[in-house]
DNA sequence: ATGATAAACGGAGATGTCTCCATTTGTCAA
DNA sequence: TTGACAAATGGAGACATCTCCGTTTATCAT
């Protein structure tokens, strides 16, 4: 433990660079909520850190990756949650352990709403789409896509499953979800029933 | 005609101004065309056109709105394919209807593939979503929900037809669908079909 | 024709993203 | 302790978006 660096050969974050890490999150948390992610730049947030852009930018490639960083604690929960969950509750009905799973995530992007549009705005500006590129959309496809399989059996459905599981992102994307929210008006509850119907034939 | 403008009180577009237009569209499209749309900033643009950039953002307020200039032709056509379709199918089944929309649509969204993109993208970059704020997707959606209202009548369905009509746009997306094209290797056909087979519950 | 006027123009500049690289600095091995 | 080296730094600068405003110009009424 203490001898991890010798043994792998590998340094250890340096000491200054852990310092500013902590500026860099300390100063965009303040920023974000004094403005609101989307209006605190990247140059913003150096000149609040009293670092030079670059340092910045070496760091977080682009805001996502510094608003990922800020809400990495609760995805690592809300994986949890959902990990949990679906252990202790393996003898209900697929269709139901879909709905909690959906809710859990919907709760989360409630919380973490301008965070999680945070990432996900700059994923599309700079690295094509939110589905592939986000770690979070990734593991929630794998779950989903478990749930589904379970529902909707290959041998009994025309449509594959990862391809459901991908419709059903796109649903859950900030902007569609904030649209929804906000255009439509509709309340968490209502879009989490409406998802459920549309993906949950009820027979 | 000769006179719409004094009785409209309304100027014509001067005759300087024509001709810039003309030649930003003819600048925007070799430039297009040699670097893909994605590459050309608006500055290439005004320089190529031999005008300043000011002179090119009142014109168009972001390169999305230049590319829907630049297919809008294509547009007014799409949608006479598809009012013509529907009126002479009105005998055929909604779900065939539906189908034959999707497909007209999706033979669009190939043809001009990358000037849609364009468009999105600075939809989604300046105005919030796409969904709302495309005069294609609201004109869309409107079609949609027709063909959802004689398939499930509003009384035999928990979900709104808005709503699956707006879950159907985000699938039609450029984002979304170019992922299911690249990514997942989908041909536009296999495309249709699953989406097809996701929103028309085959009982 | 011509002058008043609204429209169009262009380019400077504010702000933002992101890269590059000469310089500094912490760390580890000797 | 020290010096070599990898890591980290910061800021200049390349480009992009977009705005603002003083200047030019086409058009219409007279």
Redesign the pocket.
């Known amino acids: 433990m203490t001898n991890d660096?010798?043994i792998f050969h590998k340094?250890?974050?340096?000491?200054?660079?852990a310092?500013?890490r902590q500026r860099i999150l300390d100063a965009a948390l303040k920023l974000f909520n004094q403005s609101g992610v989307g209006q605190v730049?990247?140059?913003?947030i150096a000149t609040e850190a009293?670092?030079?852009?670059?340092?910045l930018?070496?760091?977080y490639?682009?805001?996502g990756e510094l608003c990922l960083d800020l809400i990495k604690d609760n995805v690592v929960l809300l994986f949890e949650d959902i990990d949990t969950y679906l252990e202790e509750n393996r003898e209900e009905s697929p269709s139901l352990r879909f709905k909690a799973v959906l809710s859990l995530f919907l709760r989360f992007r409630e919380n973490k709403a301008q965070l999680l549009k945070g990432v996900e705005d700059?994923m599309s500006?700079?690295s094509g789409n939110p589905l592939t590129n986000s770690p979070i959309y990734n593991e929630l496809h794998q779950i989903f896509v478990n749930l589904f399989e379970e529902i909707y059996p290959p041998e009994s459905t025309r449509v594959k499953n990862a391809f459901r599981a991908d419709m059903l992102l796109l649903a859950l994307r900030s902007d569609s979800y904030l649209f929804q929210r906000e255009v439509r008006g509709y309340s968490s509850e209502m879009i989490l029933e409406q998802i459920y119907s549309i993906f949950i034939s009820n027979k």
Request: no cysteine; proline share 3%; aromatic share 4%.
């Open positions: 660096k010798k340094r250890t974050e340096r000491r200054d660079a310092e500013n730049s990247m140059n913003q009293k670092i030079g852009p670059g340092t930018y070496r760091r490639r682009n805001k700059s500006t700079n």
